[in-house]
């Protein structure tokens, strides 16, 4: 078993940053990539942003690409979502997920709110 536990969600401005953490507890060992998607009301989940625990390759979506950055601490077991140039429609509810059978997201934290104010 996996335990996930995001923090640092809020309410911002358009145009301000803030990061996201999440932190990892339990079987571990195995992480094959952590990652963060996002649900805006109304909306499916989507995928936002991920990395590969080992080598630390990223990847994100189209729609924050030059705006958001993925990071880890391995030490910590601890991903981070930096978010820069908020936009109101960056406002979701975001999930941290991680993958350790290499076939998807096996364990999901509880999600923290983003709200971006224009």
């Known amino acids: 078993q996996v335990q996930l536990v995001e923090s640092g969600g809020g309410l911002v401005q358009a145009g301000d940053s803030l990061r996201l953490s999440c932190a990892a507890s339990?079987?571990?060992?195995?992480?094959?990539?952590m990652g963060w998607f996002r649900q805006a009301p109304g909306k499916e989940r989507e995928f936002v942003a991920r990395?590969?625990?080992?080598?630390?390759?990223?990847s994100y979506s189209d729609s924050v690409k030059g705006r958001f950055s993925i990071s880890r601490d391995s030490a910590k077991n601890t991903v981070y979502l930096h978010m820069n140039s908020l936009k109101p429609e960056d406002t979701a509810v975001y999930y941290c997920?991680?993958?350790?059978?290499?076939?998807?997201?096996?364990?999901w934290g509880q999600g923290t709110q983003v709200t971006v104010s224009s």
């Open positions: 997920a991680i993958d350790i059978n290499r076939s998807g997201e096996d364990y």
């Open positions: 339990g079987r571990t060992f195995r992480t094959y990539t």
């Open positions: 990395i590969r625990w080992m080598g630390g390759s990223t």
